[in-house]
Structure formats: structure tokens, C-alpha cells
């Protein structure tokens, strides 16, 4: 049975680790964002506050290159029950 790969934002990403790699993805973002608006005082406003493992699910958006079909097994990946997990 093949771990479905589904993408990559710094590393392939892999259907087993999924929930994993974006909980780490939206932490590290949210500390980045708190150094950035501590060291803009006056210009809070710019740097985005909350940041959650689904936001890195919306394609429109680029933060994770999704693949439609696994390249291992070439098998559609069905991107709606994935969303639901996280």
C-alpha cells in the first residue's frame, strides 16, 4: 500500500505525516509573525497574526505545491478527506 505523496513545502510530504508537518509549518509561521511584529512597532497591522495547518491546504494561496495524483503509485488524491483530517 503506498503512503500517498502529496507534495512539498520545504520537503516531500507524505499522507502519513501530513497533520504532523503542517502543525510544525503554522507554529513556525505564527513565531515568525511575533518576531516580525515586535520588531515593526507602529505597522502591527501588516504581519498576519494566526496562522492554521488548513491555510497551508489552499492552493490559491502557494504555501504547499499539491500534486492531484500520487507520483508513486498514480493513484487521484482526494483532497476534500485530507482538509476534513486537519
Same mark, same amino acid.
Request: glycine share 6%; aromatic share 12%.
Given at each position: 500500500?503506498?503512503?500517498?505523496?502529496?507534495? &512539498?513545502?520545504?520537503?516531500? =510530504?507524505?499522507?502519513? %505525516?501530513?497533520?504532523? =508537518? @503542517?502543525?510544525?509549518?503554522? &507554529?513556525?509561521?505564527? #513565531?515568525?509573525?511575533?518576531?516580525? #511584529?515586535?520588531?515593526?512597532? $507602529?505597522?502591527?497591522? @501588516?504581519?498576519?497574526?494566526? &496562522?492554521?495547518?488548513?491555510?497551508? @491546504?489552499? $492552493?490559491?494561496? $502557494? &504555501?504547499?505545491?499539491?500534486?492531484?495524483?500520487?507520483?508513486?503509485? $498514480?493513484?487521484? !488524491?482526494?483532497?476534500? %478527506? !485530507?482538509?476534513?483530517? !486537519?
Amino acid at each position: 500500500m503506498c503512503d500517498h505523496t502529496l507534495g &512539498y513545502l520545504h520537503n516531500w =510530504v507524505y499522507k502519513s %505525516d501530513i497533520a504532523q =508537518v @503542517l502543525k510544525n509549518e503554522a &507554529y513556525s509561521w505564527n #513565531n515568525h509573525s511575533k518576531t516580525m #511584529n515586535s520588531l515593526t512597532r $507602529g505597522n502591527e497591522k @501588516l504581519m498576519k497574526e494566526d &496562522y492554521k495547518p488548513s491555510v497551508f @491546504l489552499d $492552493g490559491r494561496k $502557494g &504555501y504547499m505545491n499539491m500534486f492531484k495524483f500520487c507520483p508513486s503509485c $498514480g493513484e487521484k !488524491i482526494n483532497w476534500k %478527506d !485530507i482538509k476534513k483530517a !486537519i
